[in-house]
């Protein structure tokens, strides 16, 4: 059963942080023209090359055998996870960059190949450098032997998170403010880096 927790922490992590998220936003431009099986089969594709790749570069950092290189990977690990969730609290300014991912995507749509496809380039494209993608190197530096597991539970939190934008639609964005859903991305954050801190103390 140890294999639960390195799925929880990761679909914990991944599920709030995408929630009000641009990839969230993607999906809900192509929900009203395409199958619901289609869009999550790009999210989880998408979701493998960008967390995936990511867990999987982690993990093999977290397998050398120098604990001293290992040990100061952990610390800077906890240390990101708690500023990420500190400026997660911070007005943040990225108008300019989500509007210049939204043209792309809306390029790509106009592309002759399949949605599934440009899902799941647009969620890996837009994924990297993404606060959730250097958790996604933290995790695997954390848990080097859970690699599948964590990947597991990243694909599963985007694929939940993107479910729900596809059922609730634009009652989500609408009922549950963005500002909320950094803040609460943030706390989560925060809780396991002080988390991580504790384990790597005791």
Known sequence: MSFLYPILIAFLLVFISELGDKTQLL?????????????????????????????????SIGLLNNNFIHDLLEIITF??????????????????????????IMKLSKLGIGYILIIAFSIAVGELGDKTFLA???????????????????????????LLAIIFGKL???KIPESLMQKLSGLLFIVFGVIGFINFIF
Request: net charge positive; glycine share 10%.
């Open 79 to 104: 240390i990101s996870f708690i500023v990420f969730g500190i400026f997660s609290f911070l007005p943040q300014k990225e108008e300019r960059e989500n509007s210049k991912k939204d043209n792309f």
């Open 136 to 162: 996604s190197i933290g995790l695997g530096i954390s848990y080097p032997n859970q690699k599948l597991f964590l990947i597991v539970g990243a694909i599963l939190g985007m694929v939940i998170s993107d």
């Open 172 to 174: 989500l964005t609408k």
């Open 27 to 59: 999906v809900l431009s192509f929900s009203s023209k395409i199958k619901a099986s289609t869009i999550l089969i790009g999210v989880a594709l998408g979701s493998f090359f960008s967390h995936g790749v990511a867990i999987l570069f982690g993990s």
